[in-house]
Nanobody
Framework: QVQLVESGGGLVQAGGSLRLSCAAS????????MGWFRQALGKEREFVAV????????FYADSVKGRFTISRDNAKNMVYLQMNSLKPEDTAVYYC?????????????????WGQGTQVTVSS
């Protein structure tokens, strides 16, 4: 089992940057595909970014491509989401998720473990 704890959220002005972190428990962290999702108030949870086991393959939602970067450090059991050029529409609770498929997956049902979320608010 994997436990995930996100951090790094906050309030930032449009055009600014934030770096989200996700700390994972368990010695088999490197077995898991890791993803970031977000959920804005009144909307469904949506895919943001995913990284494969080794960290060499990534995939992004069109809405964040070129602005966000996902990375992982398997030695530290950490996943990161660097968010640049933030927009008010990026405002949401951001969730870290782990899936045991081992491949690039983008749907909620492909992920088995979820963190509690961290709030990101982008002011205009």
């Amino acid at each position: 089992q994997v436990q995930l704890v996100e951090s790094g959220g906050g309030l930032v002005q449009a055009g600014g940057s934030l770096r989200l972190s996700c700390a994972a428990s368990g010695r088999t962290f490197w077995h898991y595909t890791m993803g970031w999702f977000r959920q804005a108030l009144g909307k469904e949870r949506e895919f943001v970014a995913v990284i494969n086991l080794s960290g060499q393959s990534t995939f992004y939602a069109d809405s964040v491509k070129g602005r966000f970067t996902i990375s992982r450090d398997n030695a530290k059991n950490m996943v990161y989401l660097q968010m640049n050029s933030l927009k008010p529409e990026d405002t949401a609770v951001y969730y870290c998720a782990a899936g045991d498929s081992g491949i690039i997956v983008t749907t909620i049902r492909d992920y088995d473990y979820w963190g509690q979320g961290t709030q990101v608010t982008v002011s205009s």
